[in-house]
C-alpha cells in the first residue's frame, strides 16, 4: 500500500473530505452501508468515483448500472484503477472482496452476475466512493 495512515489520521481525513458518517467504518472496518441508503445508488451523473480516502480513480460513470441491489454497481474498473480482489469469508459466506490497492480502503464485493461484456458487478459502497463531475 502506497498510502498509510493510522486509524486517527483516517478519522481526520474523512472528516476533512466531509465524507459520510460511515465512510470510517466502511473503508477501514469492512462494514456496509443499508441498501438504498447511500448517496451514489441511484445517481446518475456524468463522471469519475474516486476512492474516498485516497483519490485513486475508481469507476468511470459510463460502466454504472442499475443492478436493483440498493448499491452503486459497476461492471468494469477504470483502466488505470488500482482496485485489487481478495478472499472475504466473513459473516459465513465466501465473497470477493474489492479493495483500494493504493490505500486498502474497503470498497465492496465483486460478483460474477453482472451484465456483458464483463459478466462482472462491483457492488460497492457509496460511502467508499468520492465523485467528480466531467468538467
Ligand atoms: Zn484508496
New binding site residues.
Given amino acids: 500500500m502506497k498510502?498509510q495512515l493510522n486509524e486517527s489520521q483516517w478519522q481526520a481525513l474523512l472528516k476533512e473530505k466531509n465524507a459520510e458518517p460511515l465512510a470510517f467504518e466502511v473503508?477501514r472496518k469492512a462494514a456496509t452501508e443499508r441498501a438504498f441508503t447511500g448517496k451514489y445508488a441511484d445517481f446518475w451523473g456524468q463522471g469519475t468515483y474516486?476512492?474516498?480516502?485516497?483519490?485513486?480513480k475508481?469507476f468511470e460513470s459510463e460502466t454504472k448500472f442499475d443492478a436493483g441491489c440498493g448499491w452503486p454497481s459497476f461492471y468494469l474498473a477504470a483502466d488505470d484503477s488500482?482496485i485489487i480482489e481478495r478472499v472475504d469469508k466473513s459473516h459465513g459466506m465466501v465473497r470477493t472482496e474489492s479493495i483500494?490497492?493504493?490505500?486498502?480502503?474497503h470498497l465492496g464485493h465483486l460478483f460474477d452476475d453482472g451484465p456483458e461484456p464483463s459478466g462482472q458487478r462491483y457492488c460497492m459502497n457509496s460511502a467508499s466512493l468520492e465523485f467528480e463531475p466531467k468538467k
Fill in positions: 498510502t473503508t474516486k476512492c474516498i480516502c485516497c483519490g485513486s475508481l488500482p483500494c490497492g493504493n490505500c486498502g480502503a
